[in-house]
């Protein structure tokens, strides 16, 4: 299983904006389209 992570470098750790996790890419595109279309976001595997 993975999880697609986009990181809000201009955030300090620990604001909520900082890191976004999404269960999908469908679900980042969507967010991203609204809120940060230059943004990236990378694959990350979730350890079980």
Known sequence: M???VYVNTS???G???HIKV???VDA???WFEKN???GVVFEY???E
């Open 45 to 47: 595997e979730v350890l």
């Open 36 to 38: 940060d279309p230059e």
């Open 28 to 30: 980042a595109e969507k």
């Open 11 to 13: 955030k300090q750790v």
């Open 15 to 17: 604001d909520p904006e």
């Open 2 to 4: 993975t999880v697609f």
């Open 22 to 24: 999404f269960a999908n």
